[in-house]
């Protein structure tokens, strides 16, 4: 079974902060992804990666940078969080050539107060 | 960029057969069509994909017409368990990180 898990479910921030939002997969899959979910506006892409060290930026990558160093690993930084990145956070995954299958892990709920 | 439209909400009944429709009236030529469903509380889950035509799995049917600028996904005799959001996303690897999600639609099924 394709395994997405993410470092938190929910978390909570002070505006200002340095939030770190961490993404692994067990499927050895190139591709990595990270959404936000807000009510109304369904799944936007903030950022994508292909490979290590290889990002492009989605619809709303604007507050927002990634990093992967390692093929498992894909996090979100939120550089200094403000209250309007309140949001659920999905982290997906999937092979390449496969870009539409994607696995998604089960978000994490980010308050920024 | 394939932008997707989709109804907002549906209900149905136990028993019945849904139709969730997707609109993409800009899909390029490479796209492929995938659908997800969505529990609260939890990632969305991989349904089904096609390219043209009719792809059916264990699950559900997915019929996407000549022009492809639609396409219907097919959900068989639903159960109260189907009560979910569906998302239908356009794109493939051709122009990987601009696939478009639809906004969803929530699907509500009634005994």
């Known amino acids: 079974d394709v395994k997405v898990t993410q470092s938190s479910r929910y978390l909570v921030k002070r505006t200002g902060e340095k939030v770190f939002l961490e993404c692994v997969q067990d499927?050895?899959?190139?591709?990595m992804f990270w959404y936000r979910q807000d009510p109304g506006l369904g799944l936007r892409l903030i950022y994508f990666s292909y490979d290590v060290k290889m990002k492009e930026k989605g619809d709303i990558p604007e507050g927002y940078s990634v990093s992967r160093e390692k093929k498992e690993r894909f996090s979100l930084i939120l550089e200094s969080a403000s209250t309007n990145q309140t949001s659920m956070y999905l982290c997906?995954?999937?092979?390449?050539?496969?870009?539409?299958?994607?696995?998604f892990g089960p978000g994490t709920r980010l308050t920024v107060l | 960029l394939a932008k997707t439209t989709q109804p907002i909400s549906m209900d149905s009944y136990e028993g019945q057969e849904v139709n969730i429709t997707c609109s993409h009236n800009n899909i390029a030529t490479n796209d492929y069509i995938t659908w997800y469903q969505q529990f609260p509380s939890q990632g969305p889950r991989f349904i089904i994909q096609?390219?043209?035509t009719k792809v059916t799995n264990e699950v559900a049917s997915l019929f996407i017409p000549a022009d492809r600028k639609s396409s219907t996904l097919s959900l068989p005799r639903v159960s109260l368990s189907d009560t979910a959001v569906y998302y239908c996303l356009v794109g493939g690897d051709t122009n990987a990180g601009k696939s478009t999600f639809g906004d969803g639609t929530t699907l509500t099924v009634k005994p």
């Open positions: 499927m050895d899959h190139e591709n």
């Open positions: 096609g390219y043209k």
């Open positions: 997906a995954s999937s092979f390449s050539g496969k870009y539409n299958e994607q696995f």
